[in-house]
Each structure stands twice: as structure tokens, then as C-alpha cells.
């Protein structure tokens, strides 16, 4: 069982990890997720947004992962706003959609803040 890191929150605010190139950022992301989802601790909240919403649909290399984090507790937000620009919400396979008022109430909440 995961140990949920109370009051901290990871953002992903894109589908790749890091600048350069895409397919290695593609790459870094999935091993990312994958590590987290194997750790002993992870943030008590995970807020998607901008392009990161493209990591919760169904045929997303991570939606398995993101599946193992939310069963062991970590909450997972969706931005429904940038679920619709991309004009994904009918594939978004884990996590809630959410909205910017609960999206800043978790950051203002939070004891920390992480982006990988």
C-alpha cells in the first residue's frame, strides 16, 4: 500500500517530461509515472492540465499506471476546460474532471507543490 504524502501536490502541465526532444519527453513521462506508481509514497493530489490531460485517456501509455495511483488513494484532477480544448473528455479513462476554483484551492492548500 502507498503512503499518501498529505497536502502535497504533483502538477502535470504536459504529456512529455522535460524540454528537447518529444519522443524522449514521451519516453521520460511514461518511466515517470511508472516509478511513481511503484513507490512507497506519492502526493495525496495529482492535478493534470494543458496537454497533461492527454496522460488520463484511455489509450495513454500511463493510463495503467495513473489506474494503480488513484485505487491507492492519490486523487486525481482533471482540468475539464483543457479536456475539452483538446476534446478529450470522452476518453479520459482515470481521475475526475475538474475546474480551475478546484484546481487553485488544492495549490493554496497545499504544504508543497511538485512538477516534475
Same mark, same amino acid.
Given at each position: 500500500?502507498?503512503?499518501?504524502?498529505?497536502?502535497? !501536490?504533483?502538477?502535470?502541465?504536459?504529456?512529455?517530461?522535460?524540454?528537447?526532444? =518529444?519522443?524522449?519527453?514521451?519516453?521520460?513521462?511514461? *518511466?515517470? @509515472? =511508472?516509478?511513481?506508481?511503484? *513507490?512507497?509514497?506519492?502526493? *495525496?493530489?495529482?492535478?493534470?492540465?494543458?496537454?497533461?490531460?492527454?496522460?488520463?485517456?484511455?489509450?495513454?501509455? +500511463?493510463?495503467?499506471?495513473?489506474?494503480?495511483?488513484?485505487?491507492?488513494?492519490?486523487?486525481?484532477?482533471? +482540468?475539464?476546460? +483543457?479536456?475539452?480544448?483538446?476534446?478529450?473528455?470522452?476518453?479520459?479513462?482515470?481521475?475526475? @474532471? *475538474?475546474?480551475? !476554483?478546484?484546481?487553485?484551492?488544492?495549490?493554496?492548500?497545499?504544504?508543497?507543490?511538485?512538477?516534475?
Amino acid at each position: 500500500m502507498m503512503d499518501l504524502n498529505s497536502k502535497e !501536490v504533483l502538477l502535470f502541465t504536459s504529456d512529455k517530461l522535460g524540454e528537447g526532444d =518529444h519522443e524522449l519527453g514521451e519516453i521520460l513521462m511514461k *518511466s515517470f @509515472i =511508472h516509478v511513481l506508481s511503484e *513507490s512507497s509514497k506519492i502526493p *495525496s493530489t495529482i492535478i493534470f492540465y494543458n496537454s497533461g490531460v492527454k496522460l488520463t485517456t484511455e489509450d495513454s501509455v +500511463c493510463s495503467k499506471d495513473l489506474e494503480i495511483i488513484g485505487k491507492n488513494g492519490a486523487e486525481l484532477l482533471i +482540468c475539464g476546460t +483543457c479536456a475539452d480544448y483538446y476534446n478529450i473528455k470522452e476518453k479520459i479513462s482515470v481521475g475526475k @474532471i *475538474s475546474n480551475m !476554483v478546484t484546481i487553485v484551492q488544492e495549490l493554496q492548500d497545499a504544504k508543497k507543490v511538485l512538477k516534475p
